[in-house]
């Protein structure tokens, strides 16, 4: 399956945060899930706190439900944009199965967020690959924090927003202001869903707070 890859920089703010170490955060699912807005999201919420905020992409056949992975780095100076097994200090998975292919790159200690929804990959379809067995008993048994964002964002009132319900989520592991997580929200989705979705990332932070 071909890839293609994206590195970019997103232009800083106002100082306002200051991080000692620099943060590695994994966003992973299929596509059509919006990983990319919700990396987008995170991005230019600490790029406004006055971070460096580096962004890579990994996608593949995604309108076939390929897997698509956005990796996030922010600091004060943030020189690479490796995110090696082990490293990412947060984890956010749109799915489960994603959720166990990602799992070697979470440091010890870190947080790992989990949509609970099971999404078979085209390669099961086909007759390839068998379903993971015990998926969640093995996601349990590491940690991970698992929401029903497709039910949340349901009763928000968007069913498509699951990816800012997750959003919600990660923002309660991370030091920026409710506000600017808002701010960014506004800035990234369509101005007619920004009400939808202001409620969406609300119940995620609800959901894990």
Known sequence: ?????????????????????????????????????????????????????????????????????????????????????????IVVAFEVVEALRAQQYLREGGTMFVNDEEIVPVSVNVGNFRMPEKAVLRLDAIGAVRIDAGEIARAAGSPRSTNVVLVGALSTALPFAVEEWEDAIKRRVPPKTIDANLEAFARGRAAVA
Do not use: F, W, Y
């Not at 106002?14 to 991080?19: A, G």
């Not at 992973?28 to 971070?51: D, F, H, P, S, Y």
């Not at 995604?62 to 944009?81: A, L, P, Y």
């Open 1 to 89: 399956m071909a890839h293609s890859i994206m590195d970019g920089s997103v232009a800083a703010g106002e100082k306002r945060i200051k991080l000692d170490r620099t943060l590695t955060i994994l966003l992973v699912g299929v596509g059509g899930q919006g990983t990319i807005l919700a990396g987008n999201i995170l991005a230019t919420t600490a790029a406004e706190a006055g971070l460096d905020v580096k962004v890579s992409e990994i996608h593949g056949m995604s309108q076939r439900g390929g897997s698509v992975s956005t990796v996030i780095r922010v600091g004060e100076k943030v020189d690479s944009m490796v995110c090696d097994p082990g490293c990412a200090d």
